[in-house]
């Protein structure tokens, strides 16, 4: 799960190296947590946080084949 999100985000940015992702991980629930540098949190989010939803939906959709529900915060 984590390595998706993170390909997908690594694509999306600059600085590719500012890029972390914790994975907090329980029985039925999975929290990722995106750090992005301060200037790439506008391209991850995207006009009106349109691709953050997007983002969001693809993750949820995998973590479905798993029975599992996911959650996605973005930090700036």
């Given at each position: 799960m984590k390595d998706v999100l993170e390909t997908i985000i690594k694509g999306l940015v600059d600085d590719k190296?500012?890029?972390?992702i914790q994975e907090l991980e329980g029985e039925k629930s999975i929290v990722l947590e995106v750090k992005v540098a301060e200037k790439d949190m506008g391209k991850v989010i995207g006009k009106q946080g349109r691709l953050a939803r997007s983002i969001r939906t693809l993750?949820?959709?995998l973590a479905s084949k798993e029975q599992k529900h996911i959650t996605i915060e973005f930090i700036g």
């Amino acid at each position: 799960m984590k390595d998706v999100l993170e390909t997908i985000i690594k694509g999306l940015v600059d600085d590719k190296e500012s890029v972390s992702i914790q994975e907090l991980e329980g029985e039925k629930s999975i929290v990722l947590e995106v750090k992005v540098a301060e200037k790439d949190m506008g391209k991850v989010i995207g006009k009106q946080g349109r691709l953050a939803r997007s983002i969001r939906t693809l993750m949820k959709a995998l973590a479905s084949k798993e029975q599992k529900h996911i959650t996605i915060e973005f930090i700036g």
